[in-house]
């Protein structure tokens, strides 16, 4: 597992350090107070906490886990808030790409390392069900992790509704739309939503967008995969914005 960390001493240190977590494990039925501590150390910060079975923690972990192990991030996450001081800062609309439940790390490299070449704020994933910012990841982005603002957010539907409230147009990637991509207008601030691999958008993620729009496709196999159906809506919001 990318960047594991495990026992008790070395997950309290890393909470107390500030570096970005993915999640925390926990052996079930342990409960004594250091445990106790590395819990409401991760709940105060808003990070996952998974119990599992000691077996599990085990097989994870080799055995060496004393109860409780971490992921953590390959690079720090930033917040929303950055990533619209980011855009304010360069005197440009918001352009921010979310992924709706994402779990293919390769995916969200290949879609990190695309955002970096077009100008992407930031990307917005759910804290829950969803990839995180892992090894590999940052491998398959060729880098560009280091450089594209990622937020975790806890309520998908209530950051959109945010986001709207100031102004930004959300547009939903559906293959069940009726409008082609290309004939909308993607300029403007804008929340570009990619959804899951096989299932895409969630139903209550597709009731908070403005707009639906699909990728035209007339060969056998009817998707791209995530991250190339990403690459060619990005590419088409680019030049929107670059001919306005």
């Known amino acids: 597992m ?13 909470l107390k350090s500030g570096r970005s977590v993915n999640k925390i494990f926990m052996a079930e039925g342990v409960r004594d107070g250091s445990i106790q501590k590395i819990f409401s150390l991760a709940k105060t910060a808003g990070i996952v906490v998974e119990f599992i079975s000691r077996d599990k923690l085990d097989k994870i972990c080799n055995g060496r886990h004393q109860g409780v192990a971490a992921t953590a991030a390959a690079v720090n996450y930033s917040t929303l808030e950055e990533i619209l001081e980011l855009a304010e800062s360069k005197n440009e609309s918001p352009f921010i790409i979310l992924l709706d439940e994402l779990e293919d790390p390769q995916n969200f490299g290949a879609i990190l390392r695309t955002a970096e070449a077009v100008g992407v704020h930031g990307v917005i994933i759910p804290k829950r069900r969803s990839v995180q910012l892992n090894a590999t990841v940052f491998k398959t982005s060729a880098g560009a992790a280091e450089y594209v603002k990622v937020a975790q957010v806890i309520n998908v539907a209530q950051t959109l509704k945010n986001l709207r409230g100031l102004g930004l147009k959300i547009v939903g990637s559906d293959m069940s739309a009726e409008l082609n991509f290309y004939r909308a207008d993607l300029t403007g601030g804008i929340v570009l939503i990619i959804g899951s691999e096989g ?3 969630r139903r209550l993620t597709k009731e908070n967008c403005d707009l639906l729009i699909k990728i035209p496709m007339v060969g056998k196999i009817n998707s791209l995969n995530a991250s190339a159906a990403g690459a060619v809506l990005m590419y088409e919001i680019f030049t929107q914005r670059q001919r306005k």
């Open 199 to 201: 299932k895409g958008m």
């Open 2 to 14: 990318d960047n594991l960390i495990f026992g008790r001493n070395a997950v309290t240190e890393l």
